[in-house]
């Protein structure tokens, strides 16, 4: 955290890929914050940099420019191993693409985080299995994520994202497989996760149904946030 409460806080960050002619500038000045205790949403036409601002915050990506200060730390100021650490302490991720791991059941792929940390290995497969039921998926833990359904192997990737009890959670749309009723079960875990005094939830999204468990809400075009709304209020 940094001195005002904020899980995160970007200044002018600023993203380049390539160079010359094939330069694409996909971050032109972000500044945001998201609340510890609070749930942020990103959303934004395809293309205006929500994944892209999701993997500076996270630290996959170098930012070009900017200040960026996560959880109290300076992404761009840790060296490789002290990220990777602070990563895999700190943050859980559900990606855009879900990146399961094929060879892993379901119950194992959600014990990874606990398996890096050097847990015991049935012990991490049981809190997988625990979380995966809460997510309604118990008769489908032993499956391999290419014997899943799609919003199944989303809520499979939410439950690894979550069982490391993660300070920060960020989440390339997590709902954009699920029906209602299941992405109204899985944002009712993610609030629960996220309105801690110490906890954060980030999250992408094109999802209107989801809009009403935001604390606030960044919307993204080109590169930029052209409007943020504060608890369903317009704000600045
Ligand atoms: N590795 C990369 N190299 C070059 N350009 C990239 C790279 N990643 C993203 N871009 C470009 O940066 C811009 C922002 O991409 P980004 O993936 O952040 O968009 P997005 O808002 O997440 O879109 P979507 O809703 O389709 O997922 C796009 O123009 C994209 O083509
Ligand atoms: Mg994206």
Redesign the pocket.
């Known amino acids: 955290m940094d001195e005002n409460g904020n899980a995160v806080l970007c200044r002018d960050v600023m993203?380049v890929?390539?160079r010359g002619d094939?330069q694409?500038q996909?971050l032109r000045g972000i500044d945001m914050e998201a609340g510890l205790g609070e749930m942020t949403m990103l959303v934004?036409?395809?293309?205006?940099?929500?994944?892209?601002?999701?993997?500076v915050i996270t630290g996959l990506l170098d930012a070009t420019a900017g200040d960026l200060v996560v959880l109290g730390e300076r992404p761009g100021r840790l060296s490789p191993e002290e990220r990777i650490l602070f990563r895999r302490k700190n943050l859980g991720f559900v990606f855009?693409q879900y990146n399961l791991i094929p060879a892993l059941t379901a119950a194992e792929n959600v014990a990874v985080p606990l398996l890096a940390d050097g847990r015991k290995r049935q012990q991490a497969v049981a809190v997988g299995k625990a979380i995966l039921d809460a997510l309604g998926m118990s008769h489908r833990v032993h499956a391999l994520p290419n014997e899943l359904s799609g919003g199944e192997q989303q809520r499979v990737a939410l439950a690894r994202a979550l069982i490391h009890d993660p300070r920060l959670i960020v989440c390339?749309?997590p709902t954009s497989a699920l029906d209602a009723r299941t992405g109204h079960a899985v944002m009712e875990l993610l609030r629960a996760a996220a309105v801690r005094p110490d906890r954060a939830v980030i999250i992408?999204t094109?999802d209107a149904r989801i809009f009403p468990f935001a604390d606030r809400i960044a919307h993204?075009d080109d590169?930029r946030i052209v409007n943020l709304e504060v608890n369903g209020k317009k704000g600045d």
Not at 44 to 55: A, E, I, N, R, V
């Open positions: 993203k890929f390539g094939a694409v996909a934004g036409p395809s293309g205006s940099g929500k994944t892209t601002l999701l993997s855009q390339d749309e992408v094109h993204m590169g």
